[in-house]
């Protein structure tokens, strides 16, 4: 069985060895940073201490959308309450607005809630795109994606009968 070599020539040595093991020391850190992290979290989880949510800010606008697969090949993006088509793109290029949708629909089905009830396309009041699932009460602030993908989805809104 031959040894692997380094660029110059020599064997490599793979560590840990017996001769050489991990020092105690580092280990000990490792375990007690990750008993932190734990005791951390489960005192969050319970207490609510060090948690944030997204404020509950009126919305301004607001439109119904609906994520229909057709056939494998293409997905389309409808208005909810007309069926209009609004977006339709090949399945395997499908890009952000399909995958935004389609993570919302993947909490549905682990929450067990309805699979055809709309997703809200919702401006707030203090400038925020955010697309939300009222059966999970998730939702998606669209601006922490990037500019390009906040208007794919703004340009789904209608804000007084008109698109923006």
Do not use: C
């Not at 494998?72 to 399945?91: C, F, H, N, Q």
């Not at 707030?124 to 699932?133: H, N, P, Y």
């Amino acid at each position: 069985m031959s040894q692997i070599q380094s660029a110059d020539g020599k064997p490599l040595r793979f560590y840990p060895t017996p001769d050489r093991p991990i020092p105690k020391a580092i280990l000990i850190s490792a375990g007690v940073l990750a008993a932190m992290t734990l005791a951390f979290g489960f005192v969050s989880n319970r207490t609510g201490i060090g948690q944030f949510e997204t404020p509950v800010v009126e919305t301004v606008a607001s439109r119904g959308l609906a994520l229909i697969d057709q056939g494998g090949s293409t997905v389309s993006i409808t208005d909810a309450a007309s069926g209009e088509t609004l977006m339709t793109l090949p399945t395997a290029a499908g890009g952000f607005a399909v995958e935004a949708l389609r993570n919302l629909d993947r909490y549905r089905a682990r929450a067990g809630a309805s699979e055809t009830a709309p997703f809200v396309l919702a401006l707030k009041a203090d400038g925020r795109l955010v697309v939300e699932d009222p059966e999970t009460g998730k939702q998606v602030e669209l601006r922490a994606f990037g500019e390009e993908n906040t208007r794919t989805f703004a340009a789904l809104l209608k804000v007084d009968g008109e698109r923006p």
